[in-house]
């Protein structure tokens, strides 16, 4: 395998669009996406941030070899498979629950991308960081570059940073806000840090347990060494927790898409969105404000959501 350079991820910045939803123009605010999930067919969105410096620290280790870990529709592992093959490193996915067959559409492409799947039960699975897991399920895990859930870790901040570069080189400034969906946290902490202490950032958890400020703070304090203060974790949009939902999020995702012409994918970005408009409906920005809502991507978990709840999304 040829060792890979920054070369190797230079992209165009994705597009920073301007949108005009009516309760932002009445409350005199202005509302840009950060169209990462354009920046790749495949390793989109936040994927792309966060497997950047990953795969570079895994191609210096002279490292061919990836594993990893994720749910049975987990777009982190669509982007790992997807990147494996692009950028010639074989990939090992450690699945949480049974195969069930047939593989599910996410599932189904990972093995396409030639990713090998072994499933864990869900108690194994939680075992993960325990020294003894690798025993417990065969693998030896010497000669594989080991990427956490998610890919989250520091390296997954440090690419995270630089979309704030980028929508600040974009827009001329910082903006006074910029938001994101939050799973692990990882994300969220990447665009604190390239803040800077500037503007603040929100964070929407899509899953419930009220544990995201710990996490985050996490991420900060360990990659960075300190925690910042100019961010804020917006808590109640979670729909109930992970591919849970209500009539009301798909009526918006489905409008949204209408008058915008942005697909939101139902786990991360529409829920988001959604607290970024409720919001502004509720007055929380400050009148003349920039709110920026970055799309994560999370595109290839449609197909798979219409199916198993009869195609609500279009
Ligand atoms: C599409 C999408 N958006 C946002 C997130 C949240 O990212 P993080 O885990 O870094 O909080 C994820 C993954 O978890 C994701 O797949």
């Not at 408009?277 to 970055?294: C, H, N, R, S, Y």
């Amino acid at each position: 395998m040829k060792p890979l350079s920054a070369h190797d991820f230079q992209k165009v910045p994705s597009s920073l669009m301007e949108i005009k939803p009516a309760v932002f123009i009445k409350n005199k605010l202005r509302l840009f996406v950060k169209r990462d999930d354009q920046l790749h067919p495949h390793i989109s969105g936040n994927k792309w941030r966060k497997l950047k410096y990953n795969l570079l620290e895994a191609s210096r280790l002279g490292q061919n070899k990836i594993l990893t870990f994720g749910g049975a529709y987990s777009n982190h592992l669509a982007a790992t498979a997807a990147a494996g093959k692009k950028f010639g490193f074989s990939t090992l996915g450690i699945v949480r629950g049974e195969r069930v067959l047939p593989l599910n559409p996410t599932l189904q492409f990972v093995e396409d991308c030639g990713m090998e799947l072994k499933f864990v039960n869900r108690t194994l699975y939680r075992s993960k960081s325990e020294p003894s897991f690798f025993q417990e399920i065969n693998i030896n895990p010497a000669g594989f570059y080991i990427l956490p859930e998610g890919g989250s870790n520091c390296l997954a901040l440090q690419g995270a940073a630089e979309l704030v570069d980028e929508i600040t080189s974009q827009l001329g400034r910082m903006p006074d806000y910029i938001c994101t969906a939050c799973g692990t946290g990882a994300t969220m902490a990447g665009i604190v840090k390239g803040m800077d202490d500037v503007g603040t950032a929100l964070g929407f958890p899509i899953l419930k347990g009220g544990f995201m400020q710990k996490e985050v703070t996490g991420f900060l304090i360990n990659c960075t060494g300190k925690s910042y203060t100019n961010w804020q974790i917006k808590d109640n949009y979670h729909f109930g927790g992970y591919a849970k939902f209500q009539p009301e999020l798909i009526e918006f995702m489905n409008v949204f898409k209408q008058e915008f012409g942005i697909p939101l994918d139902p786990i991360y970005t529409g829920k988001m969105a959604f607290g970024v408009f409720d919001l502004a409906e509720k007055g929380f920005f400050e009148k003349g404000a920039t709110v920026v809502m970055v799309h994560t991507g999370g595109l290839q978990g449609v197909k798979g959501f219409n199916e198993r709840f009869g195609a609500v999304l279009v």
